[in-house]
């Protein structure tokens, strides 16, 4: 019998840091369930990773596959299934890592054991519902960013997310021209030809 409890944590954005969702918060539900089962906590800490976005490679989870194939994780810790999967990919790692390596896995705040027999339609639910509630979750987001644009971006140069424009930088939800780059910025465009 292993001894561990591998405990994976991950957030999706930078801002789930500050909501409840924290990695620090993930870390303490997964020793706490550790506790409860009298074993020791081992961590996974993805950090900042989406699971949805394509191309997007998260090399903890990889590995914790990669773990599960060699025997050296047997019980598996997640606060939620989209902490691990939200995708038909879920499907497939149930199956051929979960049940295939006969591996306990534990979900939510008081880790309850998910039953291979009795809970498997219950995971697969969970993971439907999770993949409908990022793709309703992206629909909010859009709407709420095009009804900025419409209302306030004729006036106001509105910041909606993500990296900032090279020569410029996001202060307040406001586009702001970074001093120290925009320098280079003109640099590129007096060099050209």
């Not at 009804?147 to 106001?156: E, F």
């Amino acid at each position: 019998m292993n001894k561990f409890l591998d405990i994976y944590m991950r957030i999706s954005s930078k801002r789930q840091k500050t909501e409840g969702y924290s990695l620090e918060s993930q870390k303490k539900s997964g020793i706490r369930t550790a506790k409860r089962l009298k074993l020791k906590p081992r961590f996974h800490n993805e950090g900042v990773k989406s699971s949805t976005i394509k191309g997007v490679v998260r090399p903890i989870y990889e590995n914790i596959k990669y773990e599960i194939e060699t025997g050296n994780i047997k019980n598996l810790w997640i606060l939620e299934v989209q902490r691990m999967f939200r995708t038909s990919e879920g499907f497939y790692f149930k199956d051929a890592y979960l049940f295939e390596y006969k591996v306990n896995l534990y979900i939510g705040e008081y880790g309850e054991k998910y039953n291979w027999n009795e809970d498997n339609e219950i995971l697969d639910f969970r993971m439907l519902q999770s993949k409908y509630e990022s793709r309703t979750i992206r629909k909010r987001s859009v709407r709420g960013k095009r009804h900025l644009l419409d209302t306030y971006s004729k006036s106001t140069p509105i910041f909606l997310g993500g990296t900032p424009t090279f020569g410029y930088e996001n202060k307040n939800k406001k586009w702001e021209i970074n001093k120290e780059d925009s320098k280079w910025v003109r640099y590129m465009f007096d060099s050209t030809i």
